[in-house]
């Protein structure tokens, strides 16, 4: 379908959410909250004491078929600035507890509230940034035929340490091959992936480089 966004429209193809996605994320979700949500509440804690407030960051990425939703994650920055009022590089406003909580992929947990609200999936390509919509090849759009995830295809074969066409290529190879099989294996893959901390940023970068278009 046709999605405006700004002053153009981006074609965007969706997918219908299967009902197995929405059962496992939510079954997935009941059964860890014993343990998910006192740590949600014990990192919180956490953040206020050593950052300060806000301790959540909030910002809007594109979500199924570029739908703008509010994305939930813990802070891991300081919001200092340069003489001209300028903030400072990520990688210079990243703090040590907050490289901490990038390393363990425990800044992610408040993502939960968002794959509650139908936002996101346990599984899916994950969300990027909204000024990125216009920058992307018809092909590359279609990453947005499904619901984002807080983990994926493409996080359990590099993470940051993929290129940015071979992320894609990754992504939108989970998009044609959806199966319930799959996101049982990305999310065993995960647990993993985060144990061993690969690929949580690219070598010199907070995260990684921007995305500047491939056309």
């Not at 997935?28 to 301790?55: D, K, N, Q, W």
């Not at 509010?70 to 040590?96: I, Q, Y």
Request: aromatic residues 8%.
């Amino acid at each position: 379908m046709l999605r405006p966004y700004r002053n153009f429209m981006i074609d965007i193809p969706i997918k219908p959410v299967p009902l197995w996605k929405r059962g496992l994320d939510l079954l997935l979700i009941l059964v860890s909250a014993p343990a998910t949500f006192p740590l949600l509440i014990l990192l919180a804690l956490l953040v206020r004491v050593m950052m300060g407030a806000p301790v959540f960051f909030r910002q809007k990425r594109p979500g199924r078929g570029a739908k703008p939703f509010e994305l939930v994650k813990f802070r891991t920055m300081t919001n200092e600035t340069n003489e001209r009022g300028e903030l400072l590089p990520d990688k210079d406003r990243l703090t040590r507890f907050g490289k901490f909580l990038r390393a363990t992929s425990l800044d992610e947990l408040p993502e939960l509230i968002n794959v509650i609200q139908g936002e996101m999936s346990l599984v899916g390509p994950r969300p990027l940034l909204m000024e990125y919509l216009p920058l992307y090849s018809s092909e590359q759009a279609r990453r947005h035929a499904v619901l984002p995830g807080l983990t994926g295809w493409a996080q359990v074969r590099g993470r940051n340490l993929l290129s940015w066409p071979e992320m894609f290529r990754l992504d939108l190879w989970y998009v044609d091959n959806l199966s319930l099989a799959l996101d049982l294996r990305i999310l065993a893959e995960t647990i993993f992936s985060v144990l061993s901390r690969r690929g949580v940023n690219e070598p010199g970068q907070a995260t990684r480089q921007k995305f500047t278009g491939e056309r």
